[in-house]
Protein backbone atom coordinates (compact mmCIF):
# COMPACT_ATOMS: atom_id res chain seq x y z
CA UNK A 1 0.00 0.00 0.00
CA UNK A 2 1.28 3.62 -0.87
CA UNK A 3 1.69 6.04 2.06
CA UNK A 4 -0.90 8.64 1.25
CA UNK A 5 -0.23 12.06 0.26
CA UNK A 6 -2.48 14.35 1.43
CA UNK A 7 -1.30 18.20 -0.29
CA UNK A 8 -3.06 21.35 0.13
CA UNK A 9 -3.35 23.83 -2.84
CA UNK A 10 -3.66 27.36 -1.56
CA UNK A 11 -3.84 28.98 -4.93
CA UNK A 12 -3.58 32.71 -5.19
CA UNK A 13 -4.58 33.08 -1.58
CA UNK A 14 -2.62 34.10 1.68
CA UNK A 15 -0.55 36.89 2.55
CA UNK A 16 2.37 36.73 5.08
CA UNK A 17 -0.74 36.92 7.91
CA UNK A 18 -1.82 33.54 6.63
CA UNK A 19 1.50 31.49 7.67
CA UNK A 20 -0.31 31.39 11.16
CA UNK A 21 -2.69 28.48 9.84
CA UNK A 22 0.73 26.92 8.89
CA UNK A 23 1.24 27.52 12.57
CA UNK A 24 -1.89 25.69 13.89
CA UNK A 25 -0.86 22.84 11.18
CA UNK A 26 2.48 22.08 12.68
CA UNK A 27 0.71 22.19 16.16
CA UNK A 28 -2.23 20.11 15.37
CA UNK A 29 -0.24 17.17 13.37
CA UNK A 30 1.71 17.14 16.42
CA UNK A 31 -0.77 16.05 18.53
CA UNK A 32 -1.94 13.73 16.31
CA UNK A 33 -0.57 9.91 15.08
CA UNK A 34 -0.93 10.42 11.01
CA UNK A 35 0.37 7.88 8.87
CA UNK A 36 0.51 10.35 5.48
CA UNK A 37 2.37 12.12 3.68
CA UNK A 38 1.61 16.09 4.19
CA UNK A 39 2.60 18.89 2.10
CA UNK A 40 0.96 22.59 1.55
CA UNK A 41 1.59 24.58 -1.73
CA UNK A 42 1.35 28.28 -0.94
CA UNK A 43 1.59 30.93 -3.45
CA UNK A 44 5.45 31.46 -4.07
CA UNK A 45 5.32 34.39 -2.46
CA UNK A 46 5.24 32.37 0.79
CA UNK A 47 6.98 29.10 -0.12
CA UNK A 48 9.93 30.76 1.89
CA UNK A 49 8.94 31.22 4.96
CA UNK A 50 6.29 28.69 5.03
CA UNK A 51 9.46 26.33 4.82
CA UNK A 52 10.82 28.26 8.08
CA UNK A 53 7.48 27.87 9.48
CA UNK A 54 7.46 23.97 9.01
CA UNK A 55 11.45 23.38 9.52
CA UNK A 56 12.14 20.15 11.56
CA UNK A 57 8.51 18.86 10.77
CA UNK A 58 7.54 16.47 8.43
CA UNK A 59 5.36 18.72 6.45
CA UNK A 60 6.59 19.67 2.66
CA UNK A 61 6.35 22.25 0.40
CA UNK A 62 5.37 22.50 -2.84
CA UNK A 63 4.80 25.00 -5.37
CA UNK A 64 1.73 25.23 -7.83
CA UNK A 65 3.50 25.70 -11.17
CA UNK A 66 6.48 26.36 -12.72
CA UNK A 67 8.56 27.16 -16.32
CA UNK A 68 10.20 24.26 -18.26
CA UNK A 69 13.06 26.37 -18.14
CA UNK A 70 15.93 26.46 -15.33
CA UNK A 71 15.92 30.32 -16.11
CA UNK A 72 16.01 33.45 -18.76
CA UNK A 73 13.72 36.00 -20.13
CA UNK A 74 10.44 34.77 -19.16
CA UNK A 75 9.29 38.07 -17.03
CA UNK A 76 7.04 36.96 -14.11
CA UNK A 77 7.63 33.14 -14.40
CA UNK A 78 9.32 30.85 -11.68
CA UNK A 79 11.40 28.15 -12.34
CA UNK A 80 11.68 24.55 -10.63
CA UNK A 81 15.25 25.21 -9.87
CA UNK A 82 14.22 28.22 -7.83
CA UNK A 83 11.36 26.68 -6.23
CA UNK A 84 13.64 23.90 -4.83
CA UNK A 85 16.32 26.55 -4.22
CA UNK A 86 13.93 27.93 -1.17
CA UNK A 87 13.22 24.50 0.37
CA UNK A 88 10.31 23.15 -1.73
CA UNK A 89 10.43 19.32 -2.50
CA UNK A 90 7.07 19.36 -4.85
CA UNK A 91 5.36 21.08 -7.76
CA UNK A 92 1.69 20.91 -8.99
CA UNK A 93 1.86 20.80 -12.48
CA UNK A 94 -1.14 21.11 -15.30
CA UNK A 95 -3.60 22.34 -13.35
CA UNK A 96 -7.14 22.74 -14.37
CA UNK A 97 -7.04 26.58 -13.89
CA UNK A 98 -3.65 26.60 -15.86
CA UNK A 99 -4.80 24.84 -18.30
CA UNK A 100 -7.72 26.99 -18.73
CA UNK A 101 -6.40 30.32 -17.95
CA UNK A 102 -2.85 30.15 -19.23
CA UNK A 103 -4.09 27.41 -22.65
CA UNK A 104 -1.26 25.06 -21.23
CA UNK A 105 -1.31 21.86 -23.13
CA UNK A 106 -0.20 18.08 -22.67
CA UNK A 107 2.94 18.66 -24.31
CA UNK A 108 3.70 21.91 -22.10
CA UNK A 109 2.64 20.28 -18.82
CA UNK A 110 5.38 17.23 -19.75
CA UNK A 111 7.86 20.00 -20.16
CA UNK A 112 6.71 21.70 -16.91
CA UNK A 113 6.78 18.18 -15.20
CA UNK A 114 10.13 17.24 -16.43
CA UNK A 115 11.71 20.53 -15.66
CA UNK A 116 10.92 19.57 -11.78
CA UNK A 117 12.05 16.39 -12.05
CA UNK A 118 15.57 18.45 -13.75
CA UNK A 119 15.01 20.60 -10.49
CA UNK A 120 15.22 17.72 -8.12
CA UNK A 121 11.56 17.97 -6.95
CA UNK A 122 8.29 15.83 -7.55
CA UNK A 123 5.76 16.69 -9.61
CA UNK A 124 2.60 16.36 -9.36
CA UNK A 125 0.54 16.13 -12.78
CA UNK A 126 -2.85 17.15 -12.74
CA UNK A 127 -5.44 15.57 -15.21
CA UNK A 128 -9.31 15.70 -15.10
CA UNK A 129 -12.61 16.21 -17.46
CA UNK A 130 -14.59 18.92 -18.16
CA UNK A 131 -18.58 18.61 -17.63
CA UNK A 132 -18.74 18.86 -21.25
CA UNK A 133 -16.81 15.90 -21.27
CA UNK A 134 -18.17 14.04 -18.96
CA UNK A 135 -21.52 14.85 -20.10
CA UNK A 136 -20.41 13.45 -23.36
CA UNK A 137 -19.32 10.21 -22.26
CA UNK A 138 -15.83 10.49 -22.77
CA UNK A 139 -14.31 11.19 -19.64
CA UNK A 140 -12.22 7.83 -19.74
CA UNK A 141 -10.95 8.40 -23.22
CA UNK A 142 -9.68 12.45 -21.88
CA UNK A 143 -8.13 10.93 -19.28
CA UNK A 144 -5.94 8.34 -21.00
CA UNK A 145 -4.58 10.86 -23.60
CA UNK A 146 -4.00 13.37 -20.70
CA UNK A 147 -2.19 10.88 -18.85
CA UNK A 148 -0.38 9.49 -21.51
CA UNK A 149 0.74 12.94 -22.90
CA UNK A 150 1.62 14.88 -19.86
CA UNK A 151 3.30 12.35 -17.82
CA UNK A 152 7.19 12.67 -17.96
CA UNK A 153 8.05 10.01 -20.70
CA UNK A 154 10.56 7.66 -19.57
CA UNK A 155 10.76 8.11 -15.81
CA UNK A 156 9.70 5.27 -13.03
CA UNK A 157 6.76 5.84 -11.36
CA UNK A 158 7.44 6.58 -7.84
CA UNK A 159 9.02 10.16 -9.14
CA UNK A 160 5.86 11.40 -9.61
CA UNK A 161 2.38 11.86 -8.40
CA UNK A 162 -1.17 12.28 -10.81
CA UNK A 163 -3.66 14.17 -9.25
CA UNK A 164 -7.39 13.19 -11.00
CA UNK A 165 -9.58 16.59 -10.67
CA UNK A 166 -12.39 16.53 -12.66
CA UNK A 167 -12.64 20.24 -13.76
CA UNK A 168 -16.66 20.48 -12.59
CA UNK A 169 -15.69 19.48 -9.11
CA UNK A 170 -13.07 21.85 -8.37
CA UNK A 171 -14.85 24.53 -6.11
CA UNK A 172 -18.10 23.70 -6.74
CA UNK A 173 -18.67 21.27 -3.62
CA UNK A 174 -19.35 18.71 -6.70
CA UNK A 175 -18.06 15.17 -6.13
CA UNK A 176 -18.09 12.47 -8.44
CA UNK A 177 -19.89 9.24 -7.23
CA UNK A 178 -17.29 6.87 -5.47
CA UNK A 179 -18.00 4.33 -7.68
CA UNK A 180 -16.87 6.55 -10.46
CA UNK A 181 -13.64 7.91 -8.28
CA UNK A 182 -12.73 4.30 -8.44
CA UNK A 183 -13.81 3.64 -11.71
CA UNK A 184 -11.50 6.54 -13.15
CA UNK A 185 -8.81 5.38 -10.58
CA UNK A 186 -8.60 2.08 -11.47
CA UNK A 187 -8.27 2.68 -14.97
CA UNK A 188 -5.36 5.46 -14.28
CA UNK A 189 -3.40 2.79 -12.80
CA UNK A 190 -4.07 0.38 -15.86
CA UNK A 191 -3.50 2.77 -18.40
CA UNK A 192 0.38 3.86 -16.52
CA UNK A 193 0.52 0.00 -16.69
CA UNK A 194 -0.24 -0.49 -20.44
CA UNK A 195 1.74 2.41 -21.46
CA UNK A 196 5.01 1.02 -20.04
CA UNK A 197 5.64 3.02 -16.45
CA UNK A 198 7.97 1.53 -14.85
CA UNK A 199 7.13 1.09 -11.28
CA UNK A 200 2.97 1.88 -12.38
CA UNK A 201 1.59 0.37 -9.17
CA UNK A 202 4.37 3.51 -6.98
CA UNK A 203 2.69 6.09 -8.39
CA UNK A 204 0.40 8.24 -5.80
CA UNK A 205 -2.82 8.75 -7.57
CA UNK A 206 -4.65 11.75 -5.74
CA UNK A 207 -8.25 12.64 -6.44
CA UNK A 208 -9.15 16.21 -6.07
CA UNK A 209 -12.19 18.47 -6.23
CA UNK A 210 -14.09 19.50 -3.25
CA UNK A 211 -12.47 17.26 -0.91
CA UNK A 212 -13.72 18.34 3.07
CA UNK A 213 -13.82 16.64 6.22
CA UNK A 214 -16.72 15.26 5.56
CA UNK A 215 -16.20 13.65 2.54
CA UNK A 216 -12.40 12.55 3.02
CA UNK A 217 -12.41 9.03 4.64
CA UNK A 218 -14.96 7.89 1.90
CA UNK A 219 -12.90 9.05 -1.27
CA UNK A 220 -9.90 7.83 0.98
CA UNK A 221 -11.01 4.78 1.59
CA UNK A 222 -11.28 4.05 -2.76
CA UNK A 223 -8.77 1.40 -3.27
CA UNK A 224 -6.63 3.35 -5.82
CA UNK A 225 -6.98 6.34 -4.25
CA UNK A 226 -3.48 7.32 -2.60
CA UNK A 227 -4.19 10.39 -1.41
CA UNK A 228 -6.21 14.19 -1.97
CA UNK A 229 -5.11 17.59 -3.68
CA UNK A 230 -7.35 20.05 -1.73
CA UNK A 231 -8.06 23.64 -2.35
CA UNK A 232 -10.61 25.36 -0.33
CA UNK A 233 -10.43 23.18 2.21
CA UNK A 234 -6.57 23.69 2.52
CA UNK A 235 -6.51 27.00 3.71
CA UNK A 236 -8.00 26.25 7.41
CA UNK A 237 -5.89 24.23 9.53
CA UNK A 238 -8.52 22.90 11.12
CA UNK A 239 -10.20 21.83 8.07
CA UNK A 240 -7.09 20.22 6.61
CA UNK A 241 -6.89 18.51 9.62
CA UNK A 242 -10.00 17.05 9.70
CA UNK A 243 -9.22 15.62 6.43
CA UNK A 244 -5.79 14.31 7.43
CA UNK A 245 -7.61 12.42 10.10
CA UNK A 246 -9.96 11.00 7.46
CA UNK A 247 -6.74 9.29 5.74
P1 LIG B 1 -11.13 22.46 -4.26
O1 LIG B 1 -9.87 22.60 -5.25
O2 LIG B 1 -10.71 21.51 -3.17
O3 LIG B 1 -11.34 23.85 -3.74
O4 LIG B 1 -12.26 21.95 -5.04
C1 LIG B 1 -9.10 21.47 -5.59
C2 LIG B 1 -7.99 21.88 -6.51
O5 LIG B 1 -8.20 22.72 -7.39
O6 LIG B 1 -6.85 21.38 -6.39
Excluded at 141 to 152: E, K, M, R, T, Y
Amino acid sequence: MLKPLIAGNWKMNGLKSSLTEAELLVEGLSQGNYSVDVLICPPATLIDRMVSVFDGNAISVGGQDCHANASGAHTGDVSAEMISDMGATFVIVGHSERRTDHGETNAVVRDKAEAALRAGITPIVCIGETLAQREAGETLSVLGDQIANSIPPGVAGDQYVVAYEPVWAIGTGLVPETSDINTAHNFLRSKLQEIGVENADKVRLLYGGSVKPSNAAEILGVAEVNGALVGGASLKAADFLGIIAGA
